[in-house]
């Protein structure tokens, strides 16, 4: 089965630092494009960052480009999300999301920003 287990959120204050992980098993992780998509309370779900399968490229919405970077260690199957300077308006509850698999989701890691 195919199973994402995110962690590394928690309350920060604006301007502070996390670093989300996303372990993934049940599929071959080197071989897949991956995503964090971040949903607020009574929000759809917004994408936030991908990286393809070889780490030679990122991508990242608009409202976090420069204050987060995605990166991946395949031979721990692991995904990152290192989110700098965050902002009342990055609270949400963020999830990673392999490419192919995109049905499945994790429980998701909350990320609170307040002062």
């Known amino acids: 089965d195919v199973q994402l287990v995110e962690s590394g959120g928690g309350v920060v204050q604006p301007g502070g630092s996390l670093r989300l992980s996303c372990v993934a098993s049940g599929f071959i992780f080197s071989e897949e494009r991956m995503s964090w998509v971040r949903q607020a309370p009574g929000m759809a779900p917004e994408w936030v960052s991908g990286i393809n399968r070889r780490s030679t490229s990122s991508y990242y919405a608009d409202s976090v480009k420069g204050r987060f970077t995605i990166s991946r260690d395949n031979a721990k199957n692991t995904l990152y999300l290192q989110m700098d300077n965050l902002k009342f308006e990055d609270t949400a509850l963020y999830h990673c999301?392999?490419?192919?698999?995109?049905?499945?989701w994790g429980q998701g890691t909350q990320v609170t920003v307040s002062s």
């Open positions: 999301k392999a490419i192919n698999f995109n049905e499945y």
